[in-house]
């Protein structure tokens, strides 16, 4: 056997692939040798162990992100390490079951927050807990309590109360309109208030208790007034509105009411309901046809000539007969149903379509003169003598003024004279001034006419004298000469 050396044994030995000796010839030992013994593996025991504390300070962290601060309330109601949504159920859901108790004339009853409609703005009070007090921020724990309003439904609250205490109401009148045949005008009756629990006080109560974190509060019912559905002041509007809409009632053409309607007539065809906080008011059309159908007839007519007087330059100095255009009525189809819509407006005013006619004028030029040489007044219409009248004029003495003149002032009855005139003669008929004190006038005190027998005037028959004080307005022309 041929003996190997230490270095050849170790070699051998570490050799990663080796596994047994090498076969001899069957005479030298066999040596097996063990498989290097692996390196013991490290312990993570500590890591293992720090891994489910760690998840639970990541989840303390994050909710701290999302909740509302120990000891956060909002007016009574406690938040503190809840999410928003959750305060927002809370605060709302603590207030709907607060319970009202109704002592005094109330019996007892009870109502809930939820029964008044009482609400207040849940949503952004938890929004304001959260952001003025999130759980991370440490310094904001344990912080004065949020206020908050309470609001009521009033019409729920009132209904609710008036169902569980009817004994605390009596209810208000409503204002009423009628229309007055003997003033013919619509009238007011006025609104009585009722009484009923005063809802304000019982707001204020309910906030209190809500802001002090009471589930139950006692409450003795103030009363206050019920105001009605229609108040005096709106059927006074309403009023006011029907008796100016009667006041101009009417079928007009143009600014003319053509066709006037009487007060009690176009009430009978309204009928004025109360209605929601007001009045509605329906017309009856088939009423307003009956008139219509004569409209025709009271509106159309001809044309009318106007007769004026002028002076020779054609100045009008009077109208006698005023002048008045055509008219006929176009068409009267569906005039009832407008003016029904109309008069429901508060319209009583309709305006007719019509053809109109101009009339014609016809003018009478007009002066007066006086020959003295004759004791003749002549009058003038257009040129041509319409007719002459014996006169007498101013005495030697007193003789009447020549020139041209006009007419400027009439009296149909005046004392004339005077202590400075050394003559007073009484109740003058019929005087038209021309020239300061001279005048034509009716002389009753003497029949010598064609004759001077005057302190200046002109005196005519009375009959005459009437006649030119009716024939020739002032501003005619007068020419007096010799």
């Known amino acids: 056997m041929t ?6 044994v170790t070699e051998l030995a570490t050799r990663h692939d080796a596994e047994q000796a090498p076969q001899g010839d069957g005479t030298s030992p066999t040596y097996a040798w063990a498989p290097a013994e692996p390196e013991p593996k490290k312990r993570h025991l500590g890591w293992w162990i720090g891994v489910p504390a760690g998840i639970a300070v990541i989840a303390l962290v994050a909710s701290s992100l999302v909740l509302i601060a120990p000891g956060t309330a909002v007016a009574g109601v406690a938040v503190g390490g809840q999410t928003v949504g959750a305060a927002t159920e809370s605060i709302q859901a603590r207030l709907a079951d607060t319970t009202i108790v109704l002592t005094g004339d109330g019996g007892g009853a009870e109502l809930t927050g939820a029964d008044l409609g009482a609400t207040v703005d849940a949503q952004g009070l938890a929004d304001a807990a959260f952001s003025g007090h999130p759980m991370w921020n440490v310094t904001a724990w344990n912080a004065e309590p949020l206020d908050a309003a309470v609001q009521l439904d009033v019409a729920a609250a009132a209904s609710a109360l008036r169902a569980a205490a009817p004994e605390l109401y009596s209810d208000p009148v409503d204002a009423s309109v009628a229309f007055d045949a003997e003033a013919a005008e619509y009238t007011v009756t006025p609104a009585i208030d009722g009484a009923g629990v005063d809802t304000e006080a019982l707001r204020s109560a309910l906030q209190q208790a809500f802001a002090a974190g009471q589930t139950r509060v006692e409450f003795d019912p103030a ?8 108040t005096t002041a709106i059927a006074e509007t309403t009023v006011d509105e029907l008796n100016a809409t009667i006041a101009k009632a009417g079928f007009y053409v143009g600014k003319e009411r053509a066709v006037p309607l009487k007060a009690a007539t176009v009430a009978s065809w309204m009928t004025v309901t109360p209605a929601e906080a007001g009045f509605d008011v329906a017309v009856d059309q088939a ?20 007769t004026v007087i002028t002076d020779t330059a054609g100045a009008v100095l009077r ?7 055509g008219r006929q009525l176009l068409s009267s189809d569906n005039i009832a149903g407008r003016y029904a819509e109309q008069l429901a407006a508060g319209d009583g005013a309709y305006k007719l379509e019509v053809a109109k006619t101009p009339f014609k004028t016809t003018a009478y030029a007009r002066r007066l003169e006086v020959d003295l040489s004759t004791q003749t007044a002549y009058l003038f219409q257009n040129g041509k003598v319409y007719n002459s009248y ?8 007193t003789p009447t003024d020549q020139g041209h ?13 005077g202590p400075s005139f050394g003559y007073l003669t009484e ?31 002109v005196n005519m028959p009375v009959s005459i004298a009437k006649f030119v004080y009716d024939w020739a307005p002032v501003g005619t022309e007068v020419w007096v000469h010799a």
């Open 3 to 8: 003996n190997r050396g230490v270095d050849d």
């Open 223 to 230: 009363l206050a007034p019920v105001a009605p559905a229609i």
């Open 287 to 306: 009423a307003i046809q009956k008139v219509v159908d004569g409209l025709a007839k009271r509106v159309n007519r001809k044309a009318v000539t106007a």
């Open 319 to 325: 109208t006698d007969v005023a002048g008045v255009e």
């Open 390 to 397: 014996a006169i007498s004029s101013g005495k030697s003495g």
């Open 405 to 417: 003149f006009r007419i400027y002032a009439k009296v149909a009855l005046q004392d004339m004279g």
């Open 427 to 457: 109740n003058v008929p019929w005087i038209s001034y021309y020239n300061g004190d001279e005048a034509f006038h009716g002389a009753y005190w003497h029949n010598n006419f064609g004759h001077p027998m005057s302190h200046g005037c």
